[in-house]
């Protein structure tokens, strides 16, 4: 079982709708949590970080961490076309430089 | 620079064969972290280093894999003897002095193709 599961998608919607994009996650010692962007044959953008569990709200992006049930989640307002990408959930341990990716989730926005 | 750049953009390279990839990290970035992304997957860390020293190189898949940074910016990944197995694209990354490698920031990549 890998440490960090994410639907690989892909996750299609019209233009104007709210997006989730979940991950869960094995281990416990994770505090830190992020959420990259990636377009193709891009690098990885970082969105929104967030430490240890609660809300964490910019623009249109939210991004929730409830550690309790290992689970975090990005949730994307009136989504645009412009938000077709590929999304990656990424955490790590305190004192630890290693991030651990999910395998990224495919959104496509219509619209 | 304005951002990480990563050298070659794209690489084919035989079976067999030596190959060097370069990392300019955004100028005064102390923190550097190459990863590894296969088709379809999500990064999977390789090394970090703080300044010129490997701190941990606990992701590197054997001893074909080995990285320096001899002056603490530009860094080299180096792949002897590849295999098609290593075809991948490979992510530089860096983080300023202070941050962690939650605000690390990534370049576009060297997509490499073992033939």
């Known amino acids: 079982q890998k440490e960090v599961e994410q639907d690989p998608g892909p996750l299609s919607v019209p233009e104007g709708a709210i997006v989730s994009l979940n991950c869960t996650y094995s281990n416990s010692a994770f505090q830190y949590f992020m959420w990259y962007r990636q377009y193709s044959r891009k690098g990885p953008e970082l969105l929104m970080y967030t430490y240890s569990s609660g809300n964490k709200e910019d623009g249109r992006f939210t991004a929730q961490v409830d550690k309790s049930s290992k689970y975090i989640s990005l949730f994307i307002r009136d989504s645009q076309p412009s938000d077709s990408a590929t999304y990656l959930c990424?955490?790590?341990?305190?004192?630890?430089?290693?991030?651990?990716f999910g395998t990224g989730t495919r959104l496509l926005v219509s619209p | 620079g304005a951002g990480v750049s990563q050298t070659p953009s794209n690489k084919v390279t035989e079976k067999g064969k030596y190959v060097e990839l370069r990392c300019d990290p955004i100028s005064g970035h102390t923190a550097l972290y190459w990863y590894r992304q296969s088709l379809g997957q999500g990064p999977e860390f390789l090394i970090y280093f703080q300044g010129t020293g490997a701190a941990d190189d606990s992701g590197l898949p054997n001893d074909r894999f080995f990285a320096v940074r001899p002056e603490g910016s530009v860094s080299t990944l180096k792949i002897q003897r590849t295999e098609r197995g290593d075809s991948a694209v490979y992510l530089c990354a860096s983080s300023a002095p202070g941050q962690a490698n939650t605000e690390a920031f990534f370049g576009q990549g060297t997509r490499l193709t073992v033939v």
């Open positions: 990424a955490m790590t341990r305190p004192g630890f430089q290693k991030l651990v």
